[in-house]
């Protein structure tokens, strides 16, 4: 089973940011947040990872709470092309697991003009 | 393109039929994954692969049958399907299986099983 609580659905105007939240309230401290986002019928496409700190790349920013129960994604300026079911996943590593990604229902994040 | 192929993008088979996806990677990836997704649902993990070896099957029915020749090539051949086996088979990669190692995904093949 999935370990992340997500939104359904959220809307967005272009051009402005999308805060997409995730919980994840019983997170343990070898467990990772990652995020993907699957346009439709494509493959899921890796966005952002983080443990603690708050992680920023050429897609997105993710910030995570202090105590590590919750997350948000943000896309500073959101594009129509950026229509798309959002994951939020929880992922451990380890040698004593497979650091599979189990996905959950996400969130459809409809980006409107 | 993401590293990862799919072949063929879209199938349609009879349920007497047997038939073969194909995913490949020159990705220099060790670990190789087959997702299932069906319609309105989340992706559900079927096999996972590392370094050739098959290392988890999470209760897929035996008429889904994968083969992992080598690191680059991962195979999953169907026969008997039924109509309910409809789904977005998408295979995806990692450098392994334990790390910081994110996955990267192939299109897809969209099957329909008549």
């Known amino acids: 089973d999935a370990k992340t609580t997500q939104p359904p659905s959220m809307d967005c105007a272009e051009g402005r940011a999308a805060n997409l939240p995730c919980n994840h309230s019983t997170i343990s401290g070898n467990e990772y947040v990652y995020w993907y986002r699957q346009i439709h019928s494509q493959g899921p496409q890796y966005i952002i990872h983080?443990?603690?700190n708050n992680e920023t790349n050429e897609m997105a920013s993710l910030i995570i709470t202090e105590d590590r129960k919750s997350s948000t994604l943000i896309l500073p300026h959101a594009t129509l092309r950026d229509t798309a079911v959002y994951y939020c996943i929880v992922r451990s590593w380890g040698s004593s697991n497979t650091g599979k990604l189990i996905f959950g229902q996400g969130t459809t994040l409809q980006v409107k003009p | 393109e993401t590293g990862v192929t799919q072949t063929p993008r879209h199938l349609v088979m009879g349920m007497t039929n047997k038939k073969s996806l194909k995913c490949e990677q020159h990705l220099g990836h060790n670990a190789m994954y087959w997702y299932k997704q069906s319609a309105k649902k989340p992706l559900e993990l079927m096999f996972v692969?590392?370094?050739?070896?098959?290392?988890e099957n999470n209760s897929v029915p035996s008429r889904f049958s994968p083969e992992c020749p080598n690191s680059s090539h991962l195979f999953l051949h169907l026969h008997t399907l039924q109509p309910e086996d409809s789904a977005l088979y998408l295979c995806?990669?990692?450098?392994?299986?334990?790390?910081?190692?994110?996955?990267?995904f192939g299109s897809g093949t969209r099957l329909t099983v008549v």
């Open positions: 983080g443990l603690k």
């Open positions: 995806a990669s990692s450098r392994g299986t334990e790390g910081d190692y994110g996955y990267t």
């Open positions: 692969y590392n370094f050739k070896e098959q290392t």
